[in-house]
């Protein structure tokens, strides 16, 4: 349980519902091993333990007193340099969720620079070399764009996969990741 203060509750359980939406529907439809589930709590845990860690500090920022007075002003200090104040806006809102920190690509594991969202549930592929669409083989949305940087985009909006256009290196093992590999699942899910 945490103070609802600045929301940030409702859009944890809006990720964590997003999170594990889509790898759910991929193992349900036995395109995906059981074991994708196990990536929801070791992607999702850290997030909610850090956004109680936010709340509670909030909190005791609200409480009276001479030393938390103090501190509040010395916070509304901080918060005047740029750098502080981006990080506890991105902080604030879930914009430094960062599935993959040691990523090769600094785009991995990170929300998707706005995202193009599919309609139907799908996985992105934002790109415009033919042969990194083609990599593709229809199991996820193509967008082609003018970017120097193809991306894969996960279902529930964060970065799978990037690298500079026209090369596929991990892409396939990124597809079989957020679309699923029918060749290694050999039934569906049983519920």
Sequence with gaps: M???IGGQGLNLGLQDAMNLGWKLGLVARGLALE????????????VGERVLRNTRAQVALLRPGPQV??????????????????HFIAMGNGADIDYAPDAAHPLVG??????????????????????????????????EADVDQAFLVRPDG????????????????????????VYKVKRPFKM
């Design 2 to 4: 945490h103070s609802p």
């Design 110 to 143: 990170r929300f998707a620079p706005l995202p193009p969202m599919s309609e139907d549930g799908r996985a992105v592929l934002v790109a415009r070399d033919d042969e990194v669409r083609a990599a593709a083989n229809g199991r996820v949305r193509l967008v």
């Design 158 to 181: 964060y970065v799978a996969w990037a690298a500079p256009d026209g090369e596929t290196t991990g892409l396939t093992e990124a597809l079989a990741f957020v679309a699923g590999d």
């Design 69 to 86: 007075a103090a501190l509040r002003e010395v916070l509304a200090e901080t918060l005047e340099i740029p750098a502080a104040k981006r």
């Design 35 to 46: 074991s994708l589930l196990d990536s929801y709590t070791a992607e999702r845990r850290p």
